[in-house]
Structures are given as C-alpha cells and as structure tokens.
C-alpha cells in the first residue's frame, strides 16, 4: 500500500479540493504527504511583464514569484495536521513543471503522486492537462489523476472556509515555529511579528470570519433544521470566548516584550489558544459542515459563495480580503517557509 504521497498544488480554486481530497486519502492509507509546488522561473526573463515588476515593485516581485509559494505550501500543511496527517513541503523554480514534479517525487522518496487534472475548458486547462499528462507517461511511478471541474457554489463555499480555517492554522503553525527557534542577528524583531500575528487574528479570524459564519452559515442552518441548534450554540460561545483568549494572547505577549516573562509563556499561551482553536475548526468542518450540506438548499450555498467569496456585506468592506491576503502572506513568509530547491 502507498506511504508517501508527492501532491503538486497551485494558486488555483481547485487546488483547495484537491488539498483536501489527497489529505482525507492519505488519511485513510495511514501515509504521508510531500506537497510540492514548482514555480516559473521568471527570474531569467529580462523582459516583460516580471521584468516590469520586478523594477518597479520589488516587494510585489518578491511576494509574486517567492512568497506565494511559501504561502501555499503553508496552508495545504496546516490541511494535513488538522487530520493527523504527517507531512512536509519543498518548493523549485523550472519551467518544465512536470519535470520538477517527478523529481520531487524521486527526491523525496513518494511511491505515488496524486495531482489533479484540470480540464480542457479553457487554454490554461489545456496546459495543465499537457502537464498531468506528461507526468502519467514519465512518472514511472503510479500518478493517481483526481478529475476537478468548475465546482458547484456548496463546494466554492466550503472550499473557502475551509482555507480561511488553514490561514489561520498556518499563522498559529509560524507563531510556534518563530518561538521555538532562537533570534538570529538579521532576522526581523520578533516583537513586531508577534504583534503583527496578534492583529491579523483580530482583524480577520475575529472581525471577519466568525460574523460571516454566523450571520450567514449558521443563520441558514438554524432556518432549515433545529436538529443542530446546541453545536450552533457552543460555536457561537466559543466564538465570545475566542475574543477573550485573544485578548489574553495580546496581553501575554506585551507582559513579554516589557521584560516580565520569558518567551517561554508566549509560548504557553500560544499552544492553548492553538488547541482551542484546532477543536473548534474540527467542529466546524466535522460536524456544522456536513449538516450544511445535507439540510441547505442550492439557494443558501449561492448567497454564502457570494458573501464569503466576495465578502458582500458592507460591514466587511471591498478592500478586506486583499488586506487579509497581504497580513496572512507577510506573516507565514516572516516566521517560516519550507525548503526551497
């Protein structure tokens, strides 16, 4: 039986079912994963558009053709611990990805690729096609091909509470690996990252996620079936206590910087909030999740997609997401990243 699985991902929606798909059947094998992603090399270009930017926004460069990878990779393994799964991550830079993906492959020791076929709907379906392809015919290993299409709004919507659940299991995942790791002489100070970590908990998990969740997911559940009101009912009281730990966080890691404790209570108290938040995602995504699926109409998934993927209520407002997606990127890229080939 497979025990070591290679599974290539990209910056695509589907990548998120595909996560999901191959952690749940490496789950099931009792293997691990090696997630894999290969970039452009658009570093060699002297013009163009990466030229442009690189000469006119280094910093979008960087986080374009670097930290983007290290972003991905970041979430898919945060899919993987939420279930147990062991895991790690490497990431190279060819413009022959399918090349790089059965050297990664043979690197790492994997006795079977998992990847998705993205279809020929358009011509970058084409071109990923191309390459699934070239990996079945060179592999020479067993590539178990998982075929993706457009995904109906249920599968949109939970996809992305899904990643927004692996965001901030990665940011948890960075903040333990930066307290368990001694400051080097050039590393960025690490006050200004924790604060950082602490403001992205409150300004999107806090302020953004769990009202979304409740005003729209559970909302709709409690309107369809009272058979889930009690787990509806803890979320939401964990969602209150949640703010609260929050708070105990902030206060823990400025006791720290003032000189009072020792990183060592940071990290105490970092666990804590991590174990808490972990049973609470499990809960989610093991029990509300699934009874969503199963009592709510085509109808109620069309306005949740709408509103988590486009953030429609003005309470929220147009700029969040990119904001959310700037403050998660420079957090995971700070604290850690995966190896790089």
Known sequence: MYRHLLVPIDGTDLSTETI???VELARTLGARITFFHAQPNHAAAFSGDA?????????DYDYAYQGRARELLAKAESAA????????????????PYRAIIAAAQDAGCDLIYM????????IGM??????LKVLVNAGMPVLVAATTNPPAT???????????RSLAAVLHAWLHLLGTEQGPHDPPRDARMRAMIHYIKA??????????EEYLFRKLRERTSRCNAELDELERQHERDMQLVDELAAAVERHLAGETDVAAVKDAVSRYALFIWEHMGREEGVILPAAQRYLTPA???????VFSENGDPRFGGDTDAEFKRLFSRIVNLASSPDTK
């Open 51 to 59: 030229e442009i930017v690189r000469l006119t926004s280094p910093a």
């Open 204 to 213: 999107f998990p806090l302020a953004l996620h769990h009202p979304k969740e």
């Open 20 to 22: 999901s798909n191959a």
């Open 155 to 165: 599968s949109q919507a939970i996809g992305i509470i899904r990643d927004e659940h």
């Open 81 to 96: 611990r939420a279930l147990g799964v062991p895991c790690d991550s490497s990431t190279t830079v060819s413009d022959s």
């Open 127 to 132: 071109m990923l096609g191309s390459q699934t």
């Open 116 to 123: 998705a076929s993205h279809g020929r709907r358009s011509s």
């Open 300 to 306: 109620d998934w069309d306005e949740i997609n709408a």
